[in-house]
């Protein structure tokens, strides 16, 4: 196997820049193990940190990516040996660790999850963090939260990654889903991932009153801002609100009164620092419970050599589903 192989690096003098560059082992991280990176996505974070419209990236060079599966070549961590399949996401990669971008990486056992047999390293990346993000928003909405039959639960982002996979996993469950999108031209897509109802984004986007019609059984939302402002003023009593993403904004521009006088719980979703059991649920669940045959309408292959491209894509909302980076 060559020492040297190619990955997408970002430098910061003045301004920052990225660019494919050609890397041996000695400019990865110290770490018990090696792998041979398969697969890696391109995630609205990695949208922020290739273009720099956020400050993701707190090194520099840095090789980027949030997340990657692939085959480990050495090892001398106790719970890992060459040939394993593993998946990597957060711990933040693409943040100070090198992430998933080159065929290359080096890291901590600590980080690393060993891929349940039944998802292959490509399915793990069709999945990638967006795809656990969605199980984890999943998982929070049902600790102690609604059942199938209780009421409808709404998906804002519904076409992004996150939102796709936790339509399909909802309506697997036995949810009724309500998508909200801002792509009409969408809806057929999202309805055959199991969605029963699409509601416009705009419906949602601009600043609502304190207590809405109560709507919602639950809510699994991507967008943040008045998006999430509006789902949580719109959720029935003792409803629970899930907030992983920002793509409307960080903001939260919201009253404690939904808190107050309909018991709404807002649940946060961090996949980044997730404890390693937390994850390991996610990956078991996402085994078991995740149709991986409509990974591939959820998911389409994106070459390496495009990733710089294509990033502003993600941010424009341009991408549906997951885009799977193939570096094997
Ligand atoms: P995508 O870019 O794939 O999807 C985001 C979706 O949000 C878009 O497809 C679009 O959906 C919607 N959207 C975009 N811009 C706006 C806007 N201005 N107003 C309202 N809706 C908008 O991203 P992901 O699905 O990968 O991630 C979703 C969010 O979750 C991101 O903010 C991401 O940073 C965050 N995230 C957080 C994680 C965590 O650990 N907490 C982990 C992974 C992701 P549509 O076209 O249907 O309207």
């Not at 399915?123 to 969605?134: D, K, N, P, V």
Request: with cysteine; glycine share 10%; proline share 4%.
């Amino acid at each position: 196997m060559s020492d040297s192989f190619k990955a997408l690096v970002a430098r910061k003098e003045e301004t920052l820049s990225c660019s494919y560059e050609t890397l041996t082992l000695d400019d990865l991280d110290a770490g018990d193990v090696t792998v041979a990176v398969d697969y890696s996505t391109l995630n609205f974070k990695d949208g922020l940190a290739i273009t720099g419209a956020a400050p993701i990236a707190q090194k520099h060079p840095l090789v980027l990516g949030i997340d990657y599966s692939g085959t480990v070549t050495e090892s001398a961590h106790a719970n890992f040996a060459p040939g394993d399949r593993v998946v990597m996401n957060g711990y933040g990669a693409s943040e100070y660790l090198h992430g998933g971008y080159a065929e290359r990486a080096r890291v901590s056992g600590e980080f690393l999850v060993k891929l349940p047999e039944s998802i292959s390293n490509a399915q793990a990346m069709a999945i990638g963090t967006a795809g656990y993000t969605a199980m984890l928003s999943v998982m929070g909405l049902q600790a102690n939260g609604p059942a199938p039959g209780d009421g409808p639960i709404l998906v804002t982002g519904a076409a992004g990654g996150v939102g796709t996979v936790a339509i399909t996993l909802l309506a697997d469950l036995g949810y009724e889903v309500v998508a909200s999108t801002g792509r009409a031209n969408e809806s057929d897509f999202l309805m055959s991932l199991g969605a029963t109802g699409i509601l416009d984004r705009a419906e949602l986007s601009e600043r609502g009153k304190p207590l809405q019609k109560e709507l919602w059984a639950g809510v699994v939302d991507c967008v943040g801002s008045h998006t999430l402002a509006n789902a949580i003023a719109q959720t029935r009593y003792d409803g629970v609100v899930t907030a992983c993403g920002l793509a409307q904004g960080a903001d939260l521009p919201a009253t404690v009164m939904p808190f107050i006088l309909r018991n709404v719980r807002l649940q946060g979703v961090d996949s980044v620092q997730a404890p390693m059991a937390r994850r390991l649920v996610a990956w078991e669940r996402l085994a078991k419970e995740l149709d991986i045959n409509k990974l591939e309408a959820l998911s389409f292959d994106l070459h390496f050599s495009e990733v710089l491209s294509r990033a502003p894509d993600i941010l424009a909302g341009k991408i549906r589903g997951r885009a799977v980076v193939d570096l094997s």
